[in-house]
């Protein structure tokens, strides 16, 4: 049915949106905290948000009495889901993360955050003030604290330096901003107004949280940044108003980490799509450095004490089945200390670096063993073996080399060492050839990173890799 041609419909205002309790929705009763702030600005394009009474001077983050201006007024859900949906669209490999998080309406939130169990949390008025397009980037923003892990290492840089109070917490929050705003915007996201830039604090880009947190205290400079408040996600300090570990639509950890692997997954499948900064963060989501130092010590350690090493025969004690044989004296099996053997790669390939970080981890092996030095040998090998130098004549173990590999010379020279080792450590960059048969002893592979193999007469050359019968560790 059409309208009569001399009639004009005027517009009837559009009421809030009064969102009932759903699962992608919450709003749980609190009481208002009157220290916190409204949030920020309405940004250029705020005449499309619902209209409000006219104000002269619009207050900035953290001017106003209160969380909330106005009691009364609903979450609108549909202008955050749709903020949402263009922050997915500007942002496609963070859209897994974008739509794990849920949605819980609190008037004693400043803007937006987070807690630790990705629940996100948002503010009516500050929804209700800012565009479309500034919740989009606080979307992105708000789902970077969770994917970076920063609740966690506010937590461990917080133990490791003796840190406390919410003062302390502000400055990771800051710190956490900053990592994140400094390649944050663009390409589809604008900057919403009172982002924490590093350039506003004298910062350089590009360095992480905790390089940040080093180089900035409290003071004059980030007195306007009092307002700040990310939630638990970007500090690790839990809010009054959050809803802790027991509450509703929370992540389980092995939930949070599935929703990291299929992020870093979707941008190491696209890398031209995200910034160095995201695919630095997936490189370490996919392959996490490990301790390679506890790694290579426990390798020893369990070469050197499996079964059968350092069994032998030995007449300092008779056996007890020596009293069955008159006149008869049998050796019994006795377990002496381990002793281990080091073969250090000293070809041109190694760098100077690593054959210093070499002779540190064999002073680490000597401790791995029970502080025997007398027990542990070294042979540097390049393309062929060196001397064999017990550590317990000092510190001073010559590492000459510099020509090619084959530590095939170098395994051969330590099974002949006397007595023989029980444990063959190997420290290498691996562009060696390898044994073609086990040795007898048990052997650990300490590999050296490299940045690439290559022979000027074979361009297709490949570096055989470790033995299987190896036990590889990853240095550095």
Excluded at 105 to 117: F, G, K, L
Excluded at 326 to 347: A, E, H, I, K, N
Excluded at 411 to 417: E, G, H
Aim: net charge neutral.
């Amino acid at each position: 049915m059409t309208a009569h041609p001399t009639a004009t419909a005027r517009p009837r205002p559009r009421p809030p949106v009064r969102v009932p309790p759903s699962p992608e929705v919450s709003d749980p009763a609190r009481n208002a905290n009157p220290d916190r702030s409204p949030g920020p600005n309405p940004g250029p394009d705020a005449d499309s948000a619902p209209q409000q009474d006219p104000e002269p001077n619009p207050p900035r983050p953290g001017s106003g009495p209160g969380p909330d201006r106005d009691p009364g007024l609903e979450l609108d859900l549909d202008k955050l889901l749709a903020a949402r949906l263009h922050a997915a669209r500007a942002r496609p490999y963070l859209a897994t993360a974008l739509f794990a998080l849920h949605i819980v309406a609190s008037r004693q939130v400043p803007t937006m955050a987070v807690d630790r169990h990705w629940r996100c949390y948002a503010a009516p008025a500050f929804v209700d003030r800012m565009p479309v397009e500034d919740l989009a980037a606080v979307w992105v923003h708000e789902v970077s604290h969770l994917l970076r892990d920063h609740h966690g290492r506010s937590d461990r840089y917080a133990r490791q330096h003796g840190l406390t109070g919410p003062g302390e917490r502000l400055r990771m929050n800051i710190a956490a901003d900053c990592e994140i705003n400094d390649d944050a915007f663009g390409e589809g996201l604008v900057q919403p107004e009172g982002a924490v830039r590093p350039q506003s604090l004298g910062l350089p880009d590009g360095r992480l949280m905790e390089e940040y947190l080093s180089r900035f205290r409290l003071g004059p400079h980030t007195e306007g940044l009092s307002w700040l408040d990310c939630g638990s996600g970007a500090d690790g300090l839990d809010r009054e108003w959050e809803l802790g570990p027991d509450g509703a639509h929370g992540l389980s950890k092995e939930e949070r980490d599935a929703v990291r692997f299929r992020v870093a997954q979707g941008i190491n499948g696209r890398p031209g799509s995200a910034p160095k900064q995201w695919k630095r963060w997936a490189e370490e989501a996919f392959h996490p450095p490990q301790p390679w130092r506890e790694l290579l010590g426990a390798a020893v350690r369990s070469a050197a004490s499996g079964p059968g090493v350092g069994e032998d025969y030995s007449y300092g004690r008779p056996a007890r089945r020596s009293a069955g044989l008159p006149g008869v004296v049998l050796p019994s099996l006795r377990r002496r200390p381990p002793r281990v053997c080091v073969v250090v790669d000293t070809s041109a390939s190694v760098s100077d670096a690593e054959l210093g970080s070499a002779l540190l981890e064999v002073a680490a092996i000597a401790r791995a063993v029970g502080g025997r030095r007398e027990l542990v040998t070294v042979v540097p090998c390049d393309a062929s073996a060196g001397f064999v130098h017990s550590l317990c004549r000092g510190e001073g173990i010559p590492l000459l080399g510099g020509g090619g590999t084959d530590l095939r010379a170098g395994f051969a020279r330590a099974l002949r060492t006397t007595p023989r080792p029980d444990a063959v450590v190997v420290l290498t960059d691996g562009q060696t050839p390898w044994p073609e048969s086990r040795p007898a002893c048990r052997t650990v592979v300490g590999l050296f990173p490299r940045a690439g193999a290559y022979s000027e007469h074979d361009p297709e050359y490949v570096p055989d890799t470790p033995p299987a019968w190896a036990r590889v560790v990853e240095i550095g």
